[in-house]
């Protein structure tokens, strides 16, 4: 069974359709990459499995349960974890508050990610505990947010564009913690437009364009695929 799957989803912002019979589908213990150019639809994508956009049909599963008539909230209940583009930290708040406030009880009733795996899975974010998020650096911010989803004990991570905006050595650190998080087993749906990032942490990928899935493959295949890329990927 596929962890996440959906199959001929059609979604809105108001009557303007971005999604065309959208099909993916992840399994577990993975890290995939959602490639496309700005304005592909991989944010469009995310928002429609997290119920942050009208789905006017298809289906969206997770571990064969039906989530297309959950609301949001339901649906990070069951599972999923949303990682924003823009990272929505809570300026005000440090980042151990941060942290706290991204705890939830879920519907497996499990905590594979108490407080002290994620210290040590981020020991960035323990120097920084009392420190208020807005006085964080991007990346630090990046690293936070996906810290702060983490604790709600997701089934899947929806990451979107983790590297965009940020210095090429702090895109570094961000590939150890997402090979970090792909050893101990978490499964991430990583959109991005940057292809060199995801080859470092990914082996498969699939092209979105237009609102509509055109492309999967190994990230090797694609990296020999110029037509492809070309096509779908070049500026």
């Known amino acids: 069974m596929n962890l996440l799957e959906t199959k001929s989803m059609n ?21 995939i990459a959602l490639l496309g150019r700005n304005g592909a639809g991989k944010s469009s994508t995310f928002k429609a499995i997290t119920g942050l956009i009208k789905v006017k049909s298809g289906s969206i599963k997770l571990k064969g349960e039906e989530l297309i008539k959950k609301p949001t909230s339901k649906r990070a209940l ?20 941060n942290i706290e406030l991204g705890k939830k009880d879920n519907s497996n009733s499990f905590d594979d990610w108490p407080i002290d795996k994620i210290w040590e899975t981020f020991p960035i974010l323990v120097k920084l505990k009392n420190r208020l998020a807005g006085q964080l650096s991007g990346g630090e911010q990046q690293m936070l947010s996906i810290a702060r989803t983490l604790v709600g004990n997701p089934e899947i991570l929806l990451l979107d564009e983790p590297s965009e905006g940020l210095a090429p050595i702090i895109v570094e650190d961000i590939v150890k913690i997402l090979e970090n998080l792909k050893k101990l087993g978490v ?6 437009q940057n292809m060199h990032f995801c080859m470092e942490v990914a082996k498969e990928a ?6 509509k899935a055109v492309w999967t493959g190994s990230l090797d295949d694609l990296q020999k695929d110029t037509k492809t890329r070309d096509k779908y990927l070049a500026i």
Do not use: C
Request: charged share 25%.
């Open 187 to 192: 499964t991430i749906l990583l959109a991005e």
């Open 11 to 31: 979604a809105f912002y108001g009557n303007s359709q971005v999604l065309f019979d959208m099909s993916l589908k992840i399994k577990k213990n993975n890290i």
């Open 206 to 211: 699939i092209i979105i364009d237009k609102g």
């Open 78 to 97: 069951s599972g999923i974890g949303y990682v924003p583009e823009d990272r929505q930290v809570f300026p005000e708040h440090t980042v151990e508050e």
